[in-house]
């Protein structure tokens, strides 16, 4: 099996997904087994500086730091669990040391499976307002739409405030669902949890649209190309 690199920005959303494919490799590796796991975490305090300076090659080589170290240590590819990273794509292939899965591709991927062809995105400031969803999806035919002002700003705040913190209110879920009706009339007919901490607030089951997962997407797509032949 491959080992796999996790580039950690928020602890909430990297334990999800390495907890994901421990857990999902149970029917698919067996019992007590999953494929090797190296994870490195540069705490988030210093992403943020150069997001908010959207300063994406600064990004990317807080990335790079830890992809060097992830292919010092053994991983054959790496995957990042947190969306708005995904902004540096561009300086981080110029120089990673290993191969990477990209995380709106994949989310891509399954929309496309499940026959979606217009999903609202839910996530930070930076995802919502950026490119990454809109060409990802784009390149796949499906048409990407953000929340109106009053939910953009909310959505974002409660990741800040509450999310990164394993913070899960009931009165910010239901926000969300709110936000997501908001999305739905306005003709999305699936949601992108576009953020690592969403899953944990907002239940699939309770949503009013169909949920696309980015966190656990990401987590299956690393678990099955570890264990591809």
Partial sequence: MKHIGIVACSAEGA?????????????TVGKNDHPRITLDSIAMAGWIP????????????????????LARAGADFAI????????????????????????????????????FRRVGVLG??????????????????????VPEADDFAMVDRVIFAELVDGVFSDASRQAYYAAIRRLAERGCDAVALACTEIPLLVRPEESPLPTLDSTRLLARAALAEATRP
Avoid at 50 to 69: K, N, P, T
């Fill in 80 to 115: 990042c669990p947190d969306n708005s990273a995904h902004l540096a794509w561009e300086p981080l292939q110029a120089e990673t040391p290993i191969p990477w899965l990209h995380i709106a591709t994949v989310l891509g991927e399954e929309a496309v499976r499940r026959g």
């Fill in 50 to 69: 150069a997001f908010d300076a959207r300063d994406y090659a600064g990004v990317a080589r807080i990335m790079l730091d830890s992809a060097r170290l």
């Fill in 15 to 27: 334990a999800l997904c390495y907890q994901t494919i421990c857990r999902e490799a149970l029917a």
């Fill in 124 to 145: 930070t400031r930076y995802t919502m307002g950026g490119p990454v969803y809109a060409q990802a999806l784009g390149r796949l035919g499906i048409a990407t739409l």
